[in-house]
C-alpha cells in the first residue's frame, strides 16, 4: 500500500484556508492509496470551544469526503468537533476526533484518549474510551493522535496491527522525544508507524515538522525536511512485515495488559 503524508502550516482558526492550501499540495503529491493529515488540520490545536473549533456536522469531515472520492483513495486526519451532551450530563463538549474516510465516503473514528492536560485539553475536551483499529487494503491501522504516543500500554500490538497512524500538533520544543517515541513504539510493535506533524506556528506554540513514515526495525522509509511543507510517498508491505514477523516473532513473548 502506498500512503501520502503531508506536513503543512496550519492556518490558526482558518477552516477555509486550511483546506485550500490542502487541495494545493494534494494536488501536488503522486498518487497513494491513503492521504494523512496533522491533528486538527482545519483549525490548529485548540483547547477551548470558540471559533476554532468546528461544529456538527463537520465541514472538514465533508471536505475529507470528497477529497477521498477525487483522489479515489481514503484520507485521514483529526478534527477539533464540539458536540453538546444531549442527555443534559457535566461533560466537556469537544472532541478531538480522528476520521478515517474511505473513497465511498464511509467513515471510521476514533476520539483521542489521553488528552494534554498540561496545555488545556482537559479542561474541554472530553477523552475517547475506545480503541479503534481500521482495515483497508488489507492492511490494519491502529488510529492515534499526539499524546498517546507517550503511552504504550494503549499502543500495545495485540497482533491485531499492522501500523499505527499518529497524526499531531507536536511542538519543536519536545521534539526530541517526537522522533524517538514514534520509533520505539515501531520497534517495541514490530509495525509501521506513519506520524504526521504540522510547522509553522499558533498562539501558544512553534512547530518543525518530523513527518515520517518508519519500518518495523525503526527505519526511516520516508521522511518531510524539517520546517518546511512537504509531501512523502512510501509504502508499507505486508508480505516484508510477516517476513519479519516470522524471522523475530517478538509478539509471541508480549506482556498481557488489563486496561481499566
Not at 39 to 63: I, K, N, Q
Not at 167 to 190: F, G, H, K, Q
Not at 238 to 251: D, G, I, M, Q
Amino acid at each position: 500500500m502506498k500512503v501520502c503524508l503531508i506536513q503543512f502550516d496550519i492556518a490558526w482558526g482558518d477552516p477555509q484556508a486550511n483546506c485550500a492550501r490542502l487541495d494545493t499540495l494534494l494536488a501536488s503529491a503522486e498518487k497513494a492509496d491513503l492521504y494523512v493529515l496533522p491533528e486538527m488540520f482545519t483549525t490548529g490545536f485548540a483547547t477551548l470551544p470558540d471559533a476554532t473549533v468546528e461544529h456538527e456536522p463537520s465541514a472538514g469531515l465533508a471536505w475529507m469526503q470528497r477529497k477521498a472520492a477525487g483522489l479515489n483513495a481514503a484520507i485521514a486526519g483529526s478534527i477539533a468537533l464540539e458536540i453538546p451532551d444531549q442527555a443534559g450530563n457535566d461533560l466537556a463538549p469537544c472532541v478531538n476526533r480522528f476520521y478515517f474516510v474511505r473513497p465511498d465516503g464511509t467513515y471510521e473514528q476514533y476520539d483521542k484518549r489521553h488528552l494534554f492536560g498540561y496545555g488545556g485539553e482537559g479542561e474541554r475536551f472530553r477523552g475517547g474510551t475506545e480503541r479503534v483499529v481500521v482495515k483497508y487494503m488489507g492492511v490494519r491501522f491502529l488510529l492515534a493522535v499526539c499524546y498517546d504516543l507517550r503511552f504504550p500500554v494503549w499502543l500495545r500490538n495485540r497482533d491485531d496491527y499492522d501500523a499505527i497512524l499518529l497524526v499531531a500538533s507536536w511542538p519543536d520544543v519536545r521534539r526530541y522525544a517526537w522522533d524517538t517515541l514514534a520509533r520505539a513504539r515501531a520497534i517495541e510493535n514490530a509495525c509501521y508507524v506513519g506520524a504526521v506533524n504540522r510547522v509553522g506556528s499558533d498562539p501558544a506554540c512553534e512547530y518543525n515538522g518530523g513527518t515520517a513514515l518508519i519500518g518495523p526495525y525503526g527505519e526511516t522509509l520516508a521522511q518531510v525536511p524539517d520546517g518546511q511543507e512537504g509531501v512523502i510517498l512510501g509504502e508499507i508491505d505486508l508480505s516484508r512485515l510477516a517476513s519479519y514477523h516470522h524471522k523475530f516473532p517478538v509478539l509471541e513473548d508480549a506482556d498481557n495488559f488489563v486496561l481499566g
